[in-house]
């Protein structure tokens, strides 16, 4: 099983860009499936990205496609989350996860369906 370790948030102003890390140790990273979560104070842990283990096909949540850009890189035993033209509704804590899973396509966005977590990374983007 991985442990995931994210790094890269911080503080910036709307329109600004940000790429999260997150760095898989363990073995086997190229078998998994990979997700961004958030969660944002007093609401619920939200589903943002999710990409299959080989990189070829993502999934997004409607809030954040055509700004944010899930990627990997199994060499390096990392996957990225580029959010470009960030909004303050984008302020929360972000997770990255993991499953075990090999499948062409990422069809289970749900929280449940991953089952290794990070420790996650704030963002906080100012008005």
């Known amino acids: 099983q991985v442990q995931l370790v994210e790094s890269g948030g911080g503080l910036v102003q709307a329109g600004d860009s940000l790429r999260l890390s997150c760095a898989a140790s363990g073995r086997a990273f190229s078998s998994y499936t990979m997700g961004w979560f958030r969660q944002a104070p007093g609401k619920e842990r939200e589903f943002v990205a999710a990409?299959?283990?080989?990189?070829?096909?993502?999934n997004y949540a409607g809030s954040v496609r055509g700004r944010f850009t899930i990627s990997r890189d199994n060499a390096k035993n990392t996957v990225y989350l580029q959010m470009n033209n960030l909004r303050p509704e984008d302020t929360a804590i972000y997770y990255c996860?993991?499953?075990?899973?090999?499948?062409?396509?990422?069809?289970?966005?749900?929280?449940?369906?991953?089952?290794?977590w990070g420790q996650g990374t704030q963002v906080t983007v100012s008005s």
């Open positions: 996860a993991a499953r075990v899973d090999r499948s062409s396509v990422v069809a289970d966005t749900t929280g449940q369906s991953f089952n290794t």
């Open positions: 990409i299959t283990w080989n990189g070829g096909s993502a």
